[in-house]
Structure formats: structure tokens, C-alpha cells
């Protein structure tokens, strides 16, 4: 479970930075929020957890977006 979770939240962090220069409603910006979806799903599905790990999965995908945005606008004053 830590290895799902950690790519949920890491690989949400780099999109997270990158989502910071799309414009917001484009569809970069939709791609960035969206892109890490299938491999969460495929990672849990193919490591056989249940739907009992969505939120925490959820939670760390979007903590990773958070975090990444707020390190793009800390590092791009």
C-alpha cells in the first residue's frame, strides 16, 4: 500500500508543477489533474486492493497537486 500511495503523491507533486503554467480550464490543465488516474488504477487493480483504498489514494493525489502548485509559485515568485 505505501508504494500506491507514495506514486499517487509523488507523481501528483511533478504534475501539480507543471499544471502551474497551464492556463486554468485549458486542457493541459485538465490533462495535468487527470494524467496520474489510469496508473493509480492500474497500480491498485494489479496489486489486488479493493475500493477501501480510493480515498487514500485520492487524498494523496490531491495533497500532490497541492503541493507541487504551491512549490511552482514559492520557486516563480
Excluded: E
Amino acid at each position: 500500500m505505501t508504494t500506491l500511495l507514495a506514486f499517487a503523491l509523488l507523481s501528483n507533486i511533478v504534475l501539480g508543477y507543471l499544471r502551474q503554467n497551464a492556463r486554468k480550464g485549458s486542457l493541459v490543465w485538465f490533462f495535468y489533474i487527470h494524467a496520474s488516474i489510469p496508473f493509480i488504477v492500474w497500480m491498485r487493480t494489479s496489486l489486488d486492493f479493493g475500493w477501501h483504498v480510493i480515498p487514500f489514494t485520492l487524498a494523496c493525489a490531491v495533497l500532490g497537486q497541492l503541493s507541487g502548485g504551491w512549490m511552482h509559485r514559492r520557486a516563480n515568485p
